[in-house]
Every structure is written in C-alpha cells, then in structure tokens.
C-alpha cells in the first residue's frame, strides 16, 4: 500500500512554455500532498503543502505564480510550471501523507527546460 | 545551525560490512523520524518510521533514536551492493504553522563487491 504515482517522469520543454506534473495516490486518499524540488547531490527543498479543497502554502522564496498548485481531489494534486526557463530545470517529487505521520514520495518528474 | 545534520559522505564499504548512518538535530520538538533511501533518480522510499526513543529494527535495517541526545541512526547489516544510494533522514513535528518535515542533506553510500 501507499503508492504514489507522478506523470510524467520526465518532460523537455522550451523555454516560455508551460509544464503540468501530476502526482497521484493510488491506494489511499491523501488531504495533504507535499511538492519538492530536488538539484543534482542535493537533498530535497519543499516548495509547497498541497490541501485537498484550499489554497497551496507555499515555502518562503518559492513564486506562487510561477509553481501552480491545485488539488482538485483527494488523490491528485497537479504541479504547473509557467513560463518555464532553463534554470527551472529540475527534479521534482511530490510526497502524499495518508494516515499518521509518515511520507510516501513519488518516483520524481525531470523537468528539462531548453 | 541547521535543524538536521547530516553527513553527506560519501561512504565506501565492503560488501557484508555493517553501515551506520547518523543525524543530528536541535529542536527538541521533533516527534517523529524516518529514514529514506533515495536511488539516483528515483524519488526517496521511506525505509523506517519511529516515534519514540530506542531500536527498531527491521530485516537487515535497525533504526536507533536518542532523543536526549537528539541523535539517530540508521544501521545497515551485511550491506550489499543493491543497497548502494542515498540516505535521509527525517524529523517531523507540529507547530503552529502545522505540521513539518525537515530532511537531512542525505549521506551517498556505496558498497563494493
């Protein structure tokens, strides 16, 4: 159990274009999912807590109108990035909570922005 | 000071060799730790999960908390290759902004055939 899923795995966009990430939970209902971004030999950084039916809380420094949360159910949350650029070239994981304390992470989309 | 420690390695061992992996912290209002293992482009999988001081233990993996220290440990028994990633440890605890997980830098651990 406790299975996340993220689509797609890894995606190449020009820079200026727009990029959807979705993160799913597939056994569970999750009302909080969790967005970080992750740079090569270094750990994760969380951008944002993701609440089923509210506004995404963003981390400080993080653009809120350049990382679009929604959580539209219980078990999706989708990450978009607008205008992309080359330096927004990243790892991204997105991490559901389903009962307790703990995190189960997605297997990751690599975004490459050319 | 960070919250969470961690050494970032990289460790080399020995097939069969027992690993320890540590963190430290400083807020004294973490409740809850986890170790992740995390492969190279793979997003981290949560390998332990403990809420109170002392051992856990499970298969070849034992998670160790000390909270009066604040320190913890992961041990890794007769290591293999397949073990071979990165590790992270993690704390969380409510506060007033909610609930919060902070992660260690991770610590890249390769074992040798």
């Known amino acids: 159990g406790a299975v996340v899923s993220q689509h797609p795995s890894w995606v190449i966009c020009k820079s200026g274009t727009s990029v959807k990430i979705e993160c799913r939970s597939l056994d569970f209902q999750a009302t909080t999912m969790f967005w970080y971004r992750q740079f090569p030999k270094q750990s994760l950084m969380l951008m944002a807590t993701s609440n089923e039916g509210s506004k995404a809380t963003y981390e400080q420094g993080v653009e809120k109108d350049k990382f679009l949360i929604n959580h539209a159910s219980l078990t999706l949350s989708t990450l978009t990035v607008t205008s992309a650029h080359p330096e927004d070239s990243s790892f991204y994981i997105c991490?559901?909570?389903?009962?307790?304390?703990?995190?189960?992470f997605g297997p990751g989309t690599r975004l490459t922005v050319t | 000071q960070k919250e969470v420690e961690q050494d970032p390695g990289p460790l080399s061992v020995p097939e069969g060799a027992i690993v320890s992996l540590n963190c430290t912290y400083s807020?004294?209002?973490?409740?809850?730790f986890m170790w992740y293992r995390q492969y190279s482009r793979k997003g981290p999988e949560l390998l332990m999960y403990?809420?109170?001081?002392g051992n856990k233990e499970d298969g070849r993996f034992t998670a160790q908390v000390d909270k009066s220290s604040k320190y913890i440990s992961l041990f890794i028994r007769d290591s293999q290759p397949s073990d071979s990633a990165t590790y992270l440890c993690a704390m969380s605890a409510w506060n007033t902004g909610g609930f919060k997980t902070i992660f260690g830098a991770g610590t890249r651990l390769f074992v040798k055939a």
């Open positions: 807020n004294s209002a973490f409740q809850y």
């Open positions: 991490s559901a909570r389903p009962w307790g304390n703990e995190q189960y």
């Open positions: 403990t809420y109170s001081s």
